[in-house]
């Protein structure tokens, strides 16, 4: 006897956030309320022993109180300890800087990690 597709399940269903979009959120608080994420790409990566994903996500922050800001958090993220289940930040560098003042002060930064499967 087959299933009826619309039948629901006994229980709810939990929605479970996916690594990128945790790792999204971490990066937000990191970056605080003056950084805007821009964009995040998202690529497949695996060595011999490891599977993973690349990600590159590119910050704003605006205003002179927003670049000091994004001051604090190019020196803090090379450091930081992420908390995202089941998966391990490998790496995390800053790929590149750009400080703009006209005709807005702002600061511009991509940043690049790699999150490896924990089994």
Same mark, same amino acid.
């Given at each position: 006897?087959? *299933?009826?597709?619309?039948?629901?399940?006994?229980?709810?269903?939990?929605?479970? +956030?996916?690594?990128?979009?945790? $790792?999204?959120? *971490?990066?937000?608080?990191?970056? &605080?309320?003056? &950084?805007?994420?821009? @964009?995040? *790409? %998202?690529?497949?990566?695996?060595?011999?022993? =490891?599977? &993973?994903? +690349?990600?590159? #996500?590119? $910050? +704003? !922050?605006?205003?002179?109180?927003?670049? %000091?800001? &994004? /001051?604090? !958090?190019?020196?803090?993220?090379? %450091?930081? /300890? =992420?908390?995202?289940? +089941?998966?391990?930040?490998? @790496? *995390?560098?800053? /790929?590149?800087?750009?400080?703009? #003042?006209?005709?807005?002060?702002?600061?511009?930064?991509?940043?690049?990690?790699? #999150?490896? %499967?924990?089994?």
């Amino acid at each position: 006897m087959r *299933a009826d597709p619309n039948d629901t399940p006994p229980y709810p269903r939990r929605s479970a +956030r996916a690594p990128a979009q945790r $790792l999204r959120e *971490a990066i937000a608080a990191l970056a &605080g309320p003056a &950084g805007e994420i821009l @964009d995040h *790409a %998202e690529s497949s990566w695996a060595s011999i022993t =490891f599977s &993973g994903t +690349r990600h590159r #996500l590119n $910050l +704003r !922050f605006s205003g002179m109180e927003g670049i %000091e800001a &994004g /001051e604090s !958090f190019i020196e803090a993220l090379p %450091e930081h /300890e =992420f908390a995202i289940p +089941r998966q391990l930040v490998a @790496d *995390a560098s800053i /790929e590149s800087v750009e400080h703009r #003042l006209l005709p807005h002060p702002r600061l511009d930064v991509s940043v690049e990690l790699l #999150l490896l %499967e924990e089994n």
